[in-house]
C-alpha cells in the first residue's frame, strides 16, 4: 500500500526552470530518507540528490548542484525538485525514492524533456 507519485514534468526550453512533486502514502513519511534518481535514455539510472528525513540536510550530485533544490514537507508527505538553468542534457525520467533500513519505495517516474 506504499505509493509515491510524481507530478510536474514536461516540456520546458534550455535556461528554464521546472519543479517536481512526490507524494507518498501508506508510510510514516518522517522516518525516510527521500531521494531523487533519474535516467535518461542508453544511461544508467544515478542520483539526483537526497534529503535526510528530520534535519533536511541535503546532498547533490556534481551536475546538480548550484542548479537544484531537493525540500520537503513531513506534513503534507510530499518531496520537491526545483530544477533551475535546466540544460538539454538534464533530459530524463525523473525517479522519486524513499528509503529506510531495509525499505526502499519507488515512483513510476516522470519524464523532463529539456529542447529547444
Known amino acids: 500500500q506504499v505509493q509515491l507519485v510524481e507530478s510536474g514534468g514536461g516540456l520546458v526550453q534550455p535556461g528554464g526552470s521546472l519543479t517536481l512533486s512526490c507524494a507518498a502514502s501508506?508510510?510514516?513519511?518522517?522516518?525516510?530518507?527521500m531521494s531523487w534518481y533519474r535516467q535518461a535514455p542508453g544511461k544508467e539510472r544515478e542520483l539526483v540528490g537526497t534529503i535526510t528525513s528530520i534535519s533536511r540536510t541535503t546532498r547533490y550530485a556534481d551536475s546538480a548542484k548550484g542548479r537544484f533544490t531537493i525540500s520537503r514537507d513531513n506534513a503534507e508527505n510530499t518531496v520537491y525538485l526545483q530544477m533551475n538553468s535546466l540544460k538539454p542534457e538534464d533530459t530524463a525520467v525523473y525517479y522519486c525514492?524513499?528509503?529506510?533500513?531495509?525499505?526502499?519505495?519507488w515512483g513510476k517516474g516522470a519524464l523532463v524533456t529539456v529542447s529547444s
Open positions: 525514492n524513499a528509503r529506510r533500513s531495509s525499505q526502499n519505495y
Open positions: 501508506g508510510l510514516t513519511f518522517s522516518n525516510y530518507v
